[in-house]
């Protein structure tokens, strides 16, 4: 069935530090890998998104990486500000219905 | 401005009450959704439609139901509120490279 798996639940990180959140995806048909923020009492915001027939993808401090073998995606955010300090969502688009497939969510909080 | 509106922003209301809650796009999409969520928590989608007169249930059971007449517009009811409705209702809507975009939400309380 199709699922995503999201980790960690949550993550703290000082300052200038790197974060990382990984998801992994079971519908080997997916081809879209979506990244969600969702800041305190605000609807979710797509930062980044990935498709199938790259392996990377970059804009400016946050990119994100995919491994079709492996069916797992991430998340990275150098040099972190307290203003990253929300929920991220990943999500794979489930090819079948068409419709996104969200984890479970990361709250990141970055300490200054 | 392509904008996804909902309406009401704030609803505390009792039990028993039936209730609509809008959701309205301007993005020219053809699907949309309508997810639940606690605050910071995960999203779970109770109804979606892929067109005009399309309408599915998603993963989360829900005494709610949905139509979708027009395009733009996707209303959600609950036919008789209950505390356990209480929670965030969020509209999406999405275009046919997947992106998807969320509404303001829906902050929903059920005395």
């Known amino acids: 069935g199709e699922n995503v798996e999201q980790h960690p639940s949550t993550l703290s990180v000082q300052e200038g530090d790197s974060a990382v959140i990984k998801c992994t995806y079971s519908d080997s048909a997916s081809n879209y890998f979506p990244w969600y923020k969702q800041e305190l009492g605000k609807r979710p915001q797509l930062i980044i998104d990935?498709?199938?027939?790259?392996g990377e993808k970059k804009d400016q401090r946050i990119a994100v990486t995919l491994n079709k073998t492996a069916k797992h995606f991430s998340l990275h955010i150098t040099e972190t500000q307290p203003e990253d300090s929300a929920v991220y969502f990943c999500a794979a688009l489930y090819n079948q219905g068409g419709k996104l497939i969200f984890g479970q969510g990361t709250e990141l909080s970055v300490k200054p | 401005e392509a904008d996804i509106y909902q309406t009401p922003r704030y609803l505390v209301i009792g039990t028993g009450k039936k209730i609509t809650l809008e959701c309205s796009q301007t993005m020219g999409h053809d699907k949309m959704y309508w997810y639940q969520q606690d605050p910071g928590m995960e999203l779970h989608l109770i109804h979606y439609s892929y067109g005009v007169n399309s309408t599915e249930k998603g993963d989360l059971s829900s005494e709610s139901t949905v139509s979708r007449i027009r395009t733009e517009h996707f209303p959600l009811t609950l036919e008789s509120a209950r505390p356990s409705h209480t929670s965030q209702y969020l509209c999406?809507?999405?275009?046919?490279?997947?992106?998807?975009?969320f509404g303001p939400g829906t902050r929903l309380t059920v005395l």
């Open positions: 999406a809507s999405s275009g046919q490279g997947g992106e998807q975009f």
């Open positions: 990935i498709r199938s027939n790259v």
